[in-house]
């Protein structure tokens, strides 16, 4: 069904009178509908003052909503020129980043609009505030991975390898009610940790590895994203304790800070200036943090180039790391959430030197 609020609300945001959305991910915010249109159009055609008409091939169904027009077409039928007899040929249309060339050339040869102009940001900018339902669902998301993060540690034994420790954490999940993964789990031992997007391999883990879990799930559509770094079997040397503090306090000092009107780039300054002021300031390679919601990496992000502020609503991660081949790979991430007067940590896992195994 429409959720007339979110329309309302990316009508508010938009430049233009005529939005088409076509990213399967921002109708299911719109329509509580999965489509996966394939090589096929999908579009829903969003008007100021005018029923949103959704065009959709005869291969799908719609569930009945008054709220909206459904138009279907047949494969071979001229869809461009459906929807053309819907828009406003003297006004600018609005598409979204993710339209296809093979649509919108057609479009501006058929000139179903004064213009086209990027409109993805309306949406974009809606879904990063969240409303009540949707902190809820991110909420258990995250509680969820809490309890995980609590079982993954017993996947870590003599012998074990990355890949086979990461092919155990999806019945984890199911067993604690998720869906399934919001992205492939990273699963690294020792020099790998260094790498922050390395993918689980055949690397055996040793007595003193950092054993690190970068995880997240799905609950009713929503993600939940969380690293922990642990030390198998052996209390890490003071060296990479220092380290470990260091990626733990620039972690909490960035989270303190958060509140609404915070410009994005000064939270992201706060936890660098921690790690550079530590001497490790080329070792952190990435951005602080990512929007998240519907999927595991949305608009927005905490850097040094968003200087937009924050916003009640607004869930992301801060995520700070060192790495650093020959002493630690390390990143300790949380979920946050912006509420009216400070922030909520959605994961409740601590942020302790643990040894495991």
């Known amino acids: ?14 430049q233009q009178d005529q939005l088409l ?7 299911y915010y719109i329509l509580e509908q999965w489509f996966y249109p394939g090589e096929r159009f999908l579009g829903l055609l969003i008007r100021k003052n005018a029923k949103p008409v959704l065009f959709l091939n005869t291969l799908f169904h719609a569930e009945e909503d008054p709220e909206i027009e459904i138009v279907y077409y047949a494969d071979g039928d001229d869809v461009i020129s459906l929807l053309g007899s819907c828009t406003d040929h003297a006004q600018a249309l609005g598409v979204d980043k993710i339209l296809p060339a093979r649509f919108l050339i057609p479009m501006t040869e058929k000139k179903i609009a004064s213009a086209f102009e990027l409109g993805s940001e309306a949406v ?13 669902l991110m909420r258990k998301s995250s509680e969820i ?7 993954f540690k017993g996947l870590i034994h003599d012998g074990v390898t990355e890949k ?20 492939e789990p990273i699963v ?13 391999d055949d690397t055996v883990v040793k007595e003193g590895d950092a054993v690190l879990f970068d995880v997240g799930c799905r609950y009713h559509g929503y993600c939940s994203d969380m690293t922990r770094t642990f030390f198998y079997k052996k209390e890490p040397d ?43 300031g080329p070792y952190f390679t990435h951005r602080l943090g990512h929007f998240i919601g519907l999927e595991d990496h949305e608009y927005g992000d905490v850097s040094a180039a968003n200087t937009r502020k924050t916003e009640a609503g607004n869930i992301h991660s801060i995520e700070p790391g060192i790495y650093h081949p020959d002493i630690l790979g390390c990143r300790i991430e949380d979920l946050v959430l912006i509420t009216e007067d400070g922030y909520e940590v ?3 896992y601590p942020h302790d030197i643990e040894i495991i195994g």
């Open 164 to 183: 086979e420790a990461a092919s155990k954490i999806m019945d984890i999940y199911l067993s604690l009610g998720a869906e399934g993964f919001s992205f």
């Open 1 to 14: 069904m429409l959720k007339k609020e979110r329309v309302r609300r990316i009508l508010d945001k938009a």
């Open 145 to 151: 991975n809490d309890r995980a993060m609590e079982q």
């Open 124 to 136: 974009d900018l809606t879904r990063a505030v969240k409303d009540a339902e949707e902190i809820a």
């Open 346 to 348: 959605l994961n409740r």
């Open 21 to 27: 959305v076509s990213d399967p991910c921002a109708l």
């Open 188 to 200: 690294a031992f020792g020099r790998n940790a260094a790498d922050p997007h390395h993918m689980p």
């Open 238 to 280: 003071e060296k990479v304790k220092t380290v470990y503090n260091l990626v733990r306090k620039a972690n909490e000092e960035a989270e303190k800070m958060l509140k609404p009107g915070v410009p994005l780039c000064d939270v992201d300054k706060k936890a660098r200036d921690i790690i550079t002021e530590g001497g490790y």
